[in-house]
């Protein structure tokens, strides 16, 4: 059974962090999708429900459409062209991919060539790829779009009408009601099926399926700096939905339509076993039909990124999603007073949404200062939330290193606890989570909680409240006391050898150096709560604990391995006067 995703209630309720929205373009007729081809040119290609599709560069949009199929398909409610992808390394390649529906009402999923000019695309360069047939006229979904794996989705509705009479959703024969994941850029003007999709050797179900259970998903996307999978799900008459995978995901979803609606039944009694729930969900009352985004990633509203932004077609509002800590939690941002018919990304990662009514696509704007997420502050070693004076602790902040990589004492940022300036030792931006570790000062010792800001070239945080312990025991890592290197399963512990835990969160030491300061060697700074060792349940003799000589905020126990100590790996558990750490592994021969 997959497991399953809480849902959570929208919170009507203005976040921290808002947004602001600046017009980029007008003239726009019936946007559906906003696209960059990803070759450094840095246009935006806008599509529009009609067959054209335009190019802005350089603040103006191009004399000539970039692709022009009016006579193949036509506007009509949910029809029209939908959707446009560029492939990886389009540059060299020079082909794209669009989703249409033809003048029968079809699907149609085509590869086109570009000309000698590269803002004009050849029309006479269609090669169908994939034709669908649709019973109806609405729920045609549309996005197409490639992931990390370099293979093209496809966002396919149920097939339209209301309540999905065909019980499309649930049926794996069909490719409505699905997303599709196929290989097309192996072989180009072929489509090849992944040897990895979910579906590929079940009988009596179609190849090309990656996910189903989808209504109307009407735009999804991939995060650009983890691979995440976000969807957003037109519901029927009460409640529109996020849908989420994880990146290296195997796939197979069943994201519950028709059998739910959101997080609830649409059938009565419906099973929600092997369900994959929304991360999201809002009802009737504050919309009627969700428009997907994405993942801000970019470098203008540092304070923007890692959430996800979506909005609505009725009401205009944007909302953001975000993960905290096992929960997800979602935040009105703006109120656009737009008809939100879809958003867009450019290379660089901002983000942009259109007003389908007055065909305006707009750049939206957010905070420059960095954002602390909820409950970000946390113990460097456990990651349990919290501060203990003279440890290292780590805040998960976005907006404080705009590449990826590990930076030590960058300039411009620093760190306050209570208004005493914390110092700074690394600033990590890993798979686009962002996180600085500082040394907590000694000087809030003996207070119940603390009020954290970072502040990034002249702008500051919201301050995050965290609570400060006495102590708050974590283990970093396991070495030989002999000679300072690691405990790993080829070189473990031997029974009766001194060993040394590096650790955080042991309080109050003696000879306590000033913040920012190395641990002292003569005499050294020791712990002055009760430290104790246990290795496989046994009690260890502790020779020394305090802070570790020259390393600054860490903390070193030096212990015994008992005599009896079993063969293998073993729990290392750190004490501290009653409280005690989460359990290490550490090999023992």
Same mark, same amino acid.
């Given at each position: ?65 970039? $692709?022009?199929?009016? +006579? ?9 062209? $939908? ?100 290989? #097309? ?5 072929? #489509? ?31 995060d650009s700096a983890t691979g995440n999978l976000w969807i957003a ?46 991360? /999201? ?7 009627? +039909? ?13 304070? $923007? ?48 949404? +259109? ?71 690394? #600033? ?21 909680? /603390?009020?954290?800001? #970072? ?26 006391? /002999? ?41 050294? /700074? ?18 020394? +604990? ?26 290392v558990v750190l004490g501290a006067g009653q409280s005690a750490s ?8």
């Open positions: 059974m997959r497991p399953l995703v809480a849902a959570l209630a929208l919170a009507a309720r203005l976040a921290a962090q808002t947004i602001s929205t600046e017009p980029l373009i007008s003239g726009i007729s019936g946007p559906t999708d906003i696209e960059n081809a990803g070759d450094g040119s840095g246009r935006l290609f806008l599509v529009q429900q009609n067959g054209v599709i335009r190019i802005f560069r350089n603040g103006a949009l191009t004399p000539q459409p970039f $692709l022009d199929i009016r +006579a193949k398909t036509r506007v009509d409610a949910e029809r029209g062209l $939908l959707g446009l992808a560029f492939p990886p390394g389009y540059a060299g390649k020079q082909r794209f991919y669009v989703d249409y529906t033809d003048v029968n009402g079809d699907t149609v999923i085509a590869q086109y060539r570009v000309t000698a000019n590269r803002d004009v695309a050849d029309a006479s360069s269609e090669i169908v790829l994939l034709h669908i047939t649709q019973p109806f006229a609405n729920h045609n979904g549309g996005q197409v779009r490639f992931g990390p794996d370099g293979y093209l989705y496809i966002a396919m509705g149920d097939g339209g009408s209301a309540g999905d009479p065909f019980n499309n959703g649930q049926r794996l024969d069909t490719l409505l009601g699905k997303l599709l994941r196929m290989d #097309v850029e192996s072989e180009p003007e072929k #489509v090849h099926i992944p040897p990895d999709n979910p579906f590929l050797q079940k009988p009596g179900a179609r190849p090309e399926i990656w996910a189903y259970g989808l209504r109307n998903p009407w735009r999804f996307s991939f799900d037109v519901g029927q008459d009460s409640y529109e939905e996020i849908d989420f995978q994880a990146a290296g995901d195997p796939g197979g979803e069943n994201y519950g339509w028709n059998l739910m609606e959101g997080a609830h039944c649409y059938r009565e009694n419906c099973p929600a076993d092997g369900l994959t729930l929304p991360v /999201a969900e809002y009802t009737h009352d504050d919309g009627c +039909a969700v428009i997907g985004g994405f993942v801000y990633r970019g470098r203008v509203s540092p304070g $923007l990124r890692n959430l996800y932004l979506f909005g609505d077609l009725c009401s205009g509002t944007i909302w953001s999603v975000e993960h905290q800590g096992q929960q997800w939690a979602t935040h009105v941002v703006l109120a656009s007073g737009f008809s939100i018919t879809t958003f867009g990304e450019d290379e660089a990662g901002e983000i942009y949404v +259109a007003n389908g009514s007055n065909g305006t696509i707009y750049h939206i704007l957010g905070s420059a200062a960095p954002r602390i997420e909820p409950d970000g502050v946390r113990n460097a070693a456990t990651l349990a939330p919290g501060l203990v004076a003279g440890s290292i602790a780590t805040a998960f902040v976005s907006g404080v290193l705009d590449d990826a990589g590990i930076v030590t004492g960058p300039a411009g940022l620093s760190v306050t606890v209570n208004g005493i300036a914390a110092p700074v030792l690394a #600033v990590a931006n890993v798979h686009g989570q962002e996180q600085v570790n500082f040394l907590v000062p000694f000087e809030i010792a003996g207070t119940s909680s /603390a009020t954290v800001v #970072v502040t990034r070239a002249g702008r500051s945080s919201v301050p995050a409240e965290a609570q400060v312990f006495a102590v708050q025991p974590g283990i970093y890592g396991i070495a030989h006391a /002999a000679d300072y290197t690691p405990v790993t399963s080829g070189r473990p512990l031997q029974r009766g050898e001194f060993g040394i835990v590096y650790a955080s969160g042991l309080g109050a030491v003696s000879n306590q150096p000033a913040t920012g300061g190395p641990g002292p060697s003569s005499p050294p /700074a020791a712990t002055l709560a009760d430290v104790h060792v246990s290795l496989a349940g046994l009690p260890c003799e502790v020779t020394f +604990a305090g802070l570790a000589p020259g390393m600054i905020g860490v903390y070193q126990v030096n212990f015994r391995v008992p005599a009896g100590a079993p063969s293998g790996s073993q729990s989460p359990a290490v592994a550490a090999s023992v021969q």
